[in-house]
C-alpha cells in the first residue's frame, strides 16, 4: 500500500529556511512525480510545485521560483521540499502527494491527479 | 491562471438527501487530443490531507463508495453524493491539472441539516 510520511512540525523565525521531508513507501518511487500543496490555517489548497523522482526535473509556479527547491533522494526514496526566506503568510500546513504522470496523444508530458497524500507538517514562522 | 470558482460556499443537507456542488473554470479543461477533462475532486475531513474522490472529471478513484459521482465537461462541473452519509461532512475541493500552476477551488463545506 503506497504511503508518504513526513517530517515533523517546525517553527522558524522570519527570514529563515525550512525543509520539509517526505518519505514514500510501498510503491517504485522512481515511477511517480511527487508534488507539494500548503495550506494555510482555516485556508484553502495552495499548489507549490512538482518534481520528477525518475530525472529530477521540476515546476514550481512563478509565485514561488526562487524561494522554493524541491529535490528527491532515491537511495531513501524520500523527497524534499525547501522554502527560504520565510515569511509569515508562509505558516501552513505542507503536503506531499503522490502525482501519476503521462504522456497525451501529442507525446505532451502531463501529471494526473493527486493520489497518494501525506499527512501533513505544520511550519509556523513567527519571530 | 485558470480560476476555478465553486458554489455553493457551503451546504446543510439532511442525512440520505442528495448535495451538490459546482465548479466554474475560468478556460476549459478539456483537453481535445484525447478528450479526457483534466479536473479532480478531493474531500477534506477536519486534521485530514486531502483524499482524491473524482478523478478525469468523472472516475471514481479506486475504493470511494458509489454515492460519489462526478460530471460535466468543458468548463462546468458538477460533484453529487445521491445519498449523504454522517461521514460525508467535510470540505470539498475541485482540482484543475490541465496546466500549470494547478489550481483548487476555494472549497464548499458540507454539513448536515
Known amino acids: 500500500q503506497a504511503q508518504l510520511v513526513q517530517s515533523g512540525a517546525e517553527v522558524k523565525k522570519p527570514g529563515a529556511s525550512v525543509k520539509v521531508s517526505c518519505k514514500a513507501s510501498?510503491?517504485?518511487?522512481?515511477?511517480?512525480?511527487i508534488t507539494w500543496v500548503r495550506q494555510a490555517p482555516g485556508q484553502g489548497l495552495e499548489w507549490m510545485g512538482w518534481?520528477?523522482?525518475?530525472?529530477?526535473?521540476?515546476n514550481y509556479p512563478q509565485k514561488l521560483q526562487g524561494r522554493v527547491t524541491m529535490t528527491t533522494d532515491i537511495s531513501t526514496n524520500t523527497a524534499y521540499m525547501e522554502l527560504r526566506s520565510l515569511r509569515s503568510d508562509d505558516t501552513a500546513v505542507y503536503y506531499c502527494?503522490?502525482?501519476?504522470?503521462?504522456?497525451?496523444?501529442?507525446?505532451?508530458?502531463?501529471?494526473?491527479?493527486?493520489?497518494?497524500w501525506g499527512h501533513g507538517t505544520m511550519v509556523t514562522v513567527s519571530s | 491562471d485558470i480560476v476555478l470558482t465553486q458554489s455553493p460556499d457551503s451546504l446543510a443537507v439532511s442525512l440520505g438527501e442528495r448535495a451538490t456542488i459546482n465548479c466554474k473554470s475560468s478556460?476549459?479543461?478539456?483537453?481535445?487530443?484525447?478528450?479526457?477533462?483534466?479536473l479532480a475532486w478531493y474531500q477534506q475531513t477536519p486534521g485530514q490531507p486531502p483524499k482524491l474522490l473524482i478523478h478525469?472529471?468523472?472516475t471514481r478513484q479506486s475504493g470511494v463508495p458509489d454515492r460519489f459521482s462526478g460530471s460535466g465537461s468543458g468548463t462546468d462541473f458538477t460533484l453529487t453524493i445521491s445519498s449523504l452519509q454522517a461521514e460525508d461532512v467535510a470540505v470539498y475541493y475541485c482540482?484543475?491539472?490541465?496546466?500549470?500552476?494547478?489550481?483548487f477551488g476555494q472549497g464548499t463545506k458540507l454539513e448536515i441539516k
Open positions: 518534481i520528477s523522482a525518475y530525472n529530477g526535473n521540476s
Open positions: 478556460q476549459t479543461v478539456l483537453y481535445s487530443s484525447n478528450n479526457k477533462n483534466f
Open positions: 510501498g510503491y517504485t518511487f522512481t515511477s511517480f512525480p
Open positions: 502527494a503522490r502525482a501519476p504522470d503521462l504522456y497525451d496523444n501529442s507525446g505532451h508530458y502531463r501529471l494526473a491527479a493527486f493520489d497518494v
Open positions: 482540482q484543475q491539472y490541465y496546466s500549470t500552476p494547478y489550481t
Open positions: 478525469w472529471a468523472s
